[in-house]
């Protein structure tokens, strides 16, 4: 799981489980919590239904199965729709580096099962799946059906997760009064007024320990990616993460212990901070390239690309 940046000073909050994850949503207005709370929790629990590569009658299950004879299609619910055209957009930002066709991969290297379950076992060697790669994906935009290649098991994985902040964000706004800070699991968006100072999210190292505090405010997100919150035991006694190199189907480098990018939103940051660990050495450049605000922890040493706060600062 990414170490979620903590949120701090907060007017009230709410925490929660859902889509594998600690869910924690924070508000300007007291009073509208348990309405936010529960726009929040029926969007997760569609997004469960849409997306799970854990339930076999999810529509993402269900194509995989229909997949594994040969191409396949359905139309997609308006959930699924969003979240596979959220992760198209992080595949065409990061040129493939983040990619929603790894699902294949990312079972043959173990994590097959909700994480609890993956946990409780030692995982066999397999060789890496291959990737069919995201642009073998097609989504109508009138009609929304979905059409994927032979062998296709689509993850949307954290960028469904981190899309999901950003319309949560933007819904809440919308819908009630007030400032909303969402928190999914290391994915953090805000919609509506700041309070007073921003929202002050402090950053962890990977010890837990917060180390510098942003202030955010409304068009700002940030996302965290790690290499030692979601793995697991292999047969040959090695450890694995989640994050994937689409490129060659194997478990991307733990160059970073975790990364930690400043966005526009949500899931710019997610694509970025995920990226960034599929590139291993070559990360700060890239990140630098692109002018994102970011901090790369090897777990031993720091690293900063330009825009990125001094930790003595507070930064909006």
Same mark, same amino acid.
């Given at each position: 799981?990414?170490?979620?940046?903590?949120?701090?000073? +907060?007017?009230?909050?709410?925490? *929660?489980?859902?889509?594998?994850?600690?869910?924690?949503?924070?508000?300007? !207005?007291?009073?509208?919590?348990?309405?936010?709370?529960?726009?929040?929790?029926?969007?997760?629990?569609?997004?469960?239904?849409?997306?799970?590569?854990?339930?076999?009658?999810?529509?993402?299950?269900?194509?995989?199965?229909?997949?594994?004879?040969?191409?396949?299609?359905?139309?997609?619910?308006?959930?699924?729709? +969003?979240?596979?055209?959220?992760?198209?957009?992080?595949?065409?930002?990061? =040129?493939?580096?983040?990619?929603?066709?790894?699902?294949?991969?990312?079972?043959? +290297?173990?994590?097959?099962?909700?994480?609890?379950?993956?946990?409780?076992?030692?995982?066999?060697?397999?060789?890496?799946?291959?990737?069919?790669?995201?642009?073998?994906?097609?989504?109508?935009?009138?009609?929304?059906?979905? !059409?994927?290649?032979?062998?296709?098991? *689509?993850?949307?994985?954290? &960028?469904?997760?981190?899309?999901?902040?950003?319309?949560?964000?933007?819904?809440?706004?919308?819908?009630?009064?007030?400032?909303?800070?969402?928190?999914?699991?290391?994915?953090?968006?805000?919609?509506?007024?700041?309070?007073?100072?921003?929202?002050?999210?402090?950053?962890?190292?990977? =010890?837990?320990?917060?180390?510098?505090?942003?202030?955010?405010?409304?068009?700002?997100?940030?996302? #965290?990616?790690? #290499?030692?919150?979601?793995?697991?035991?292999?047969?040959?006694?090695? &450890?694995?993460?989640?994050?994937?190199?689409?490129?060659?189907?194997?478990?991307?480098?733990?160059?970073?212990?975790?990364?930690?990018?400043?966005?526009?939103?949500?899931? !710019?940051?997610?694509?970025?901070?995920?990226?960034?660990?599929?590139?291993?050495?070559?990360?700060?450049?890239?990140?630098?390239?692109?002018?994102?605000?970011?901090?790369? =922890?090897?777990?031993?040493?720091?690293?900063?690309?330009?825009?990125?706060?001094?930790? &003595?600062?507070? #930064?909006?």
């Amino acid at each position: 799981m990414p170490p979620a940046p903590s949120t701090l000073a +907060s007017p009230a909050v709410t925490e *929660l489980e859902a889509i594998g994850t600690t869910v924690r949503l924070l508000v300007t !207005e007291p009073v509208v919590l348990a309405e936010a709370e529960a726009v929040v929790r029926d969007h997760l629990a569609a997004l469960d239904r849409a997306a799970s590569r854990f339930r076999p009658d999810s529509e993402v299950s269900r194509l995989a199965a229909a997949a594994a004879h040969g191409p396949a299609g359905l139309v997609a619910s308006p959930v699924l729709a +969003s979240s596979l055209r959220a992760a198209l957009r992080a595949a065409r930002l990061t =040129d493939g580096l983040v990619d929603p066709t790894v699902g294949r991969a990312v079972a043959a +290297s173990g994590y097959d099962a909700d994480l609890a379950v993956v946990r409780g076992r030692t995982a066999p060697l397999r060789p890496a799946a291959a990737v069919p790669g995201w642009r073998s994906v097609h989504l109508d935009p009138v009609t929304d059906r979905v !059409e994927v290649p032979a062998g296709c098991l *689509l993850d949307l994985g954290a &960028t469904a997760k981190a899309h999901a902040a950003d319309v949560l964000a933007d819904r809440l706004a919308t819908r009630l009064p007030g400032g909303f800070l969402v928190d999914l699991g290391g994915d953090l968006a805000v919609g509506g007024p700041a309070p007073e100072g921003g929202w002050r999210v402090g950053v962890e190292d990977v =010890d837990g320990h917060v180390v510098q505090v942003l202030a955010l405010r409304r068009g700002q997100a940030v996302a #965290t990616s790690s #290499t030692r919150r979601r793995t697991w035991a292999v047969a040959d006694g090695s &450890t694995r993460h989640h994050v994937l190199d689409p490129r060659t189907g194997a478990t991307a480098p733990a160059t970073w212990a975790q990364v930690t990018v400043v966005a526009a939103s949500a899931l !710019e940051a997610n694509a970025a901070s995920t990226a960034a660990v599929v590139l291993g050495d070559d990360a700060p450049a890239w990140l630098a390239g692109i002018g994102l605000p970011a901090r790369l =922890d090897t777990g031993h040493a720091v690293v900063t690309t330009p825009g990125w706060p001094d930790p &003595t600062e507070v #930064t909006s």
